[in-house]
């Protein structure tokens, strides 16, 4: 049933990136209808890529993650109830139901459920110093357990398991990461930038097990005390950070009869589930993408949270959609900040630009004459203008790309 004149009231499920975002864009939009924020940790919603980085190296006070103060959401008249599971929705009488038994009605439904991380069912996977890394509780533990420097173990060759990897590096810590792949950010990066990120961590001191698998985790008592590996060699360490990639918290969706796939709930282009009422958005949300002529794809990251979140408050408050973006990414490990945009796997060629020796290059990829992804290290302006050729779409020059003679902003206008 709708509230006519406020267009509708608001619960958001998930006190997360794309969930606090949502309020703070339907407030901005000024959308009247009482919003609530309903979520399973005890914090205002935050930001989590500091916890691999600036947080858990003990740089950051916790505050600073916060999105908004909790007074933002006290002055904006936006509901916070945390530490509170939802259970299940009643979709035919738009209502929640919380885990301590109160329900809450809604016009319109957010699942921002995000991601938890997957788990590697081997034995000793409980011991203690075994961790997972996704939300406050987690970089806690972690940092606790990283003081002190020691041995770690990183089982993941991705960007949480490097951007741990790097962190616990400069703490002082030895790090040997583990990972099936044969080289690191395998299904995401290029051949020049991982082969550059190898090199740095290899700097650092971090020693690599390519093409790994892990058998088992080793206690002393109830303590970790080693990695197992397939081939039979034991890592001895004094913690673990399995980070395996993650599994979407689409159960609340799959119990209701949502349409769920490919791992997570399936909305169309203005973020609506397969129940009009319900968006979901974020981490958790399978969408279709501009960028990919429409192919659904789940992706993580802050940007596609930021976007959905817009677009999903677009169509609650009935303003303007956003302008979509192709997808972009950042990952900061030791003095490199690395920028992508687009996604690697949908180009066959490539270009480099820079010099990977001096640590600033830009790798071009491209699929017959269009810019499809531009990965960039520690090269801001090449990362900038990349972004606004993928956007664009428009034919591009490879001689002016592949000239180092040729200013990127010149290449940009080339045609
Ligand atoms: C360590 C780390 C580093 C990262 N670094 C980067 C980076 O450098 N760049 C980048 O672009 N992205 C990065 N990301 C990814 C980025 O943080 C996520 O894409 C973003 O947080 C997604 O937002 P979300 O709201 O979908 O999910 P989340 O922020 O995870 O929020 C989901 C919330 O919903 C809650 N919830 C789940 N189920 C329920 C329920 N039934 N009831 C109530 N609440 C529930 C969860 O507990 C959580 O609080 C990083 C992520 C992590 C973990």
Known sequence: MRIEGTRGSVVIVGAGHAGGTVAMELRAAGHGAPVTIVGDEPHVPYQRPPLSKAFLKGGLPEEKLELRPRAWYATHDVDLRLGEPVYAIDRAARRLRLCGGETLAYDHLVLATGVRPARLAVPGANLEGVHHLRGIADARRLATDLGGAGRLVVVGAGFTGLEVAASAATLGCAVTLVARGHKVLSRVASAPVATFLRARHEAAGVAFRFGADVAAFLGDGDRVAGVRLGDGEVLACDRVLVAVGAEANDDLARRAGLACADGGIVVDGSGRTSDPAIFAIGDVSVRPLPY????????????????????????????????????????????????????????????????????????????????????????????????????????????????????????????
């Open 292 to 415: 990919l002529g429409g192919r659904l794809v789940r992706l993580e990251s802050v940007h596609n949270a930021l976007e959905q979140a817009r677009i999903a408050a677009a169509v609650i408050a009935e303003t303007p959609p956003p302008r979509l973006e192709p997808p972009w990414f950042w990952s900061d490990q030791y003095d490199l900040k690395l920028q992508t945009v687009g996604l690697v796997a949908e180009a066959d060629d490539l270009v480099l630009r820079g010099d990977p020796e001096i640590g600033r290059f830009a790798v071009f990829h491209l699929a017959g004459d269009r810019l499809r992804a531009v990965e960039a290290i520690n090269a801001p302006l090449d990362f900038a203008i990349g972004k606004q050729m993928v956007a664009k779409d428009a034919p591009i020059s490879r001689d002016a790309l592949a000239d180092p003679s040729v200013n990127i902003r010149a290449v940009a206008t080339a045609h």
